[in-house]
T-cell receptor, first 113, second 111 residues
């Protein structure tokens, strides 16, 4: 199984930067995903890391260190619409065609004016 | 393009009643299919996944079951609902090494 830990809540001001950390323990690591979920809606894909380093996609960046079992999601130039829950998810490969994604409990980010 | 459909969007059911939630995927073949549940204020819990027709793996023993009668159809069922079955149910699909795409979800309230 996996242990995926991320902070429960974070608050930041519009225009600021927020970094959401995620640590994990897994036996068959095969990638780390970040999803955004607005209240009452399904999660939507933000980013994917399988190799160490930083992946940048507009205002959002995600970093991975496999040796440390650590990732972060960086949100820049925060906007009010960025208020949402951010889910860290780790994919395990358990067979030739068996990939499972396990989710952390999510970090609720509140952006204030 | 691939799309995933999940219905109904909202459901209120009495304790002890049966349940059937359906999920279908279009625009792809032989997808991996998943059912997740999200309780209020909590993370996503994997309930079932399927890598092919008739192949179901259960992650958590509980009051629910899943079936995959067709390649792109995944059904979540219960014979008798419990109060604790309330939650937000999400269907998702993926390629072998791809990311997950979620359906719009079903909010189930057992009363």
């Amino acid at each position: 199984g996996q242990n995926i830990d991320q902070p429960t809540e974070m608050t930041a001001t519009e225009g600021a930067i927020v970094q959401i950390n995620c640590t994990y323990q897994t036996s068959g690591f095969n990638g780390l995903f970040w999803y955004q979920q607005h209240a009452g809606e399904a999660p939507t894909f933000l980013s994917y890391n399988v190799l160490d380093g930083l992946e940048e996609k507009g205002r959002f960046s995600s970093f991975l260190s496999r040796s440390k079992g650590y990732s972060y999601l960086l949100l820049k130039e925060l906007q009010m619409k960025d208020s949402a829950s951010y889910l860290c998810a780790v994919r395990d490969r358990e067979g030739s065609n068996d990939y499972k994604l396990s989710f952390g409990a999510g970090t609720t980010v509140t952006v204030r004016a | 393009s691939q799309t995933i459909h999940q219905w109904p969007a909202t459901l209120v059911q009495p304790v002890g009643s049966p349940l059937s939630l359906e999920c279908t995927v279009e625009g792809t073949s032989n997808p991996n299919l998943y059912w997740y549940r999200q309780a209020a204020g909590r993370g996503l819990q994997l309930l079932f996944y399927s890598v092919g027709i008739g192949q179901i793996s259960s992650e958590v023993p509980q009051n629910l079951s899943a079936s995959r009668p067709q390649d792109r159809q995944f059904i979540l069922s219960s014979k008798k609902l419990l109060l604790s079955d309330s939650g937000f149910y999400l269907c998702a699909w993926s390629r072998q090494e791809g990311g997950y795409t979620f359906g719009s979800g079903t909010r189930l309230t057992v009363v």
